[in-house]
């Protein structure tokens, strides 16, 4: 099932909770940017998600990376 996404919408309901979530611009050195294939909508995207408490953004690139087989740049 798709998420809704409201923008400026003044009819969107009341949030129900708060998720820290985070992306990241990932480069080769020929100035390519990773991109990633969403599940929710089929939709281009910059590779991220949502942290758990604990996790940092540069953990969360580590674990992205790392189940993509990709070198983590240290």
């Known amino acids: 099932m798709a998420?809704?996404?409201y923008y400026d919408?003044?009819?969107a309901?009341?949030?129900?909770?708060?998720v820290v979530a985070a992306s990241a611009v990932v480069t080769?050195?020929?100035g390519r940017i990773l991109l990633?294939?969403?599940?929710?909508n089929?939709?281009?995207a910059l590779p991220g998600g949502a942290l758990a408490v604990h996790h940092t953004q540069r953990l969360r690139l580590?674990?992205?990376l790392?189940?993509?087989s990709a070198p983590y740049p240290g």
């Open 28 to 30: 080769d050195d020929r």
């Open 13 to 18: 309901p009341e949030p129900n909770s708060l």
């Open 36 to 40: 990633q294939r969403r599940r929710d």
């Open 66 to 68: 790392e189940h993509r």
């Open 62 to 64: 580590g674990h992205f």
């Open 42 to 44: 089929d939709l281009w």
């Open 9 to 11: 919408d003044p009819h």
């Open 3 to 5: 998420r809704t996404e």
